[in-house]
C-alpha cells in the first residue's frame, strides 16, 4: 500500500516549479508516494529514473530541499526523503540554517530557472 500524496504548495522563498502537466509525476505513470524509500524497491527505482528525465528535476529538488515541511515524503527532483535529509544536513553544516543557507537554495533555484528557460527557448 502506498500513502496518499500530500497537498501541492508553494513556498515565498523557494515556490514550488509550476508543473504543465507533462511530468511524469503529473501523468500518474509512476508512483511517487511510498511507504518505504529503499532505493532497491523497484516502483521507488522507476519514479527516480523517471524524475531524472523531467527538465524540472533540480529546481523540484531545491524546491523541496529549502521545503522540507512541505516534502516531508515523497520523490522529488530524483531524490528520496533520505537522500534530502542528508543534503540539507551537509548543506546546513557548511552554511548554517539562517539566510546563507537560504539564499544559496534560493540562487541555485534561480539559475536553474534561467538556465531552463534559455534552453527552452533555442
Ligand atoms: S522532478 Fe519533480 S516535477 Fe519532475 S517528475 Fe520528479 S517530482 Fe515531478
Not at 531524472?52 to 524546491?63: T, V
Not at 529549502?66 to 531524490?79: E, F, M
Request: overall charge positive.
Amino acid at each position: 500500500m502506498t500513502a496518499a500524496p500530500p497537498p501541492i504548495l508553494t513556498d515565498a522563498v523557494v515556490p514550488r516549479p509550476q508543473l504543465s502537466g507533462t511530468e511524469p509525476c503529473a501523468t500518474g505513470e509512476k508512483e511517487y508516494f511510498h511507504d518505504s524509500y529503499a532505493v532497491n524497491q523497484p516502483a521507488v527505482k522507476d519514479a527516480l529514473r523517471a524524475c531524472r528525465r523531467c527538465p524540472l528535476a533540480a529546481e523540484c529538488r531545491i524546491w523541496a530541499l529549502a521545503n522540507p515541511d512541505l516534502a516531508p515524503t515523497g520523490i522529488y527532483g530524483a531524490s528520496t526523503p533520505r537522500q534530502r535529509k542528508e543534503d540539507r544536513r551537509q548543506l546546513i553544516s557548511r552554511l548554517g540554517d539562517g539566510p546563507a543557507y537560504e539564499r544559496v537554495l534560493r540562487r541555485a533555484y534561480d539559475a536553474n530557472v534561467a538556465w531552463r528557460t534559455q534552453s527552452d527557448a533555442r
